[in-house]
């Protein structure tokens, strides 16, 4: 169940990351044949990613560093768009500062997409170089508390630079302009390093198979009979089979993301969905199992919290899935107690 949930939601944040270069490379081609309908964006972000999949991850550790100035520059575009809308006097009035609607759980999935690794855990350790628990916390806790406030800023800054019809892709709602370019370039070239880093953890429990399992029934028997040092060459012949049938399965994912990129068009909902079944499955249904059945506890109080971490995670599954719509910012507009230009709903 872990393994296919950890699937699911990784194919859809892939499919989300085709869809955020493609909607950031639109601008940047201009009229060319790449703006052509999706089709050639799509597929030029595909080609792109494909070989970086096969790349050593520790050429891809640039992107960490990376992402975090491109994201801190984001926050500086959306600034000085505040900035310069608020001095104009073009401030969108339909801002809610305060309520609570439809759009409010729509908001606790997206952000929970956001920040909801646990899928990612344990192939990074596994790369993580001179790994210990001591160090892997204080990187995580580091790394979560620069993460909080950066995307607590964004979020607010950018949603009042824009208004209450924020796009689903708020990169969409950026004017043309120099830097704006030089920033949708930007945001194209960490998704590209990280697209990696996020297939991992769909491919890890496959290089974990015995390799001996690629090999036909028997052979290991007869090729002992016929020749010296046979099983030293099966193992190597069983390694590539497995190596190979790794490769297919990293080309088939890539293939499925470009298909699933050609078909959504709103990635407010394709990440409202997938933060939905994040909240669901590894912040309650998995550590929930765990907390039952595998720590050895069980005093009457710890079963009461683990049946209701459980139970809250069920009910954020199906709310969450229920409204992913994106356009149910409008309803949170009417709903709101209070709007940007001071106005407060009866």
Known sequence: VTNVSIWFSMILTLIGYIMVIRDSGMPLVGRTWLSHGRVPLTTLAAMLVLPLCFVDQKYLSFSSITAVLVNINLLAVFV??????????????????????????????????????????LPMYEVLENRSPRKFIHIVMLAFGILSVLLSLFCLVAYLAVGGNVQGNVLLDLP???????????????????????????????????????????????????????REQLAILAVK??????????????FFSFLGAMMCDDLGTLNAVNGAICVGVFTALGPGLVGLFLVGRTSLQW?????????FGAVMLVLGLLYSDNNFHADLSRACLWHLGGSKNS
């Not at 079963?303 to 139970?311: A, D, F, N, P, T």
């Open 241 to 254: 089979r497995r190596n190979a049938f790794v490769y297919a399965v990293t080309v088939g994912i890539i």
């Open 176 to 230: 043309h302009t120099m830097w704006n370019s030089v920033s949708r370039a930007g945001i194209i070239v960490v998704i590209l390093a990280v697209y990696p880093i996020m297939l991992m953890p769909m491919v890890a429990p496959l290089r974990s198979i015995d390799a001996f399992f690629f090999l036909r029934p028997g052979a290991l028997d007869e090729r002992s009979v016929l020749r010296d040092g046979s």
């Open 80 to 121: 000085f768009l505040l900035d310069e809308r608020a001095g104009a006097h073009e401030l969108k009035g339909d801002s809610c500062i305060f309520g609570f609607a439809k759009g409010s759980l729509t908001m606790v999935s997206t952000v929970s997409n956001s920040i909801i690794i646990q899928m990612c855990v």
């Open 303 to 311: 079963r009461i919290g683990m049946g209701s971490l459980l139970v």
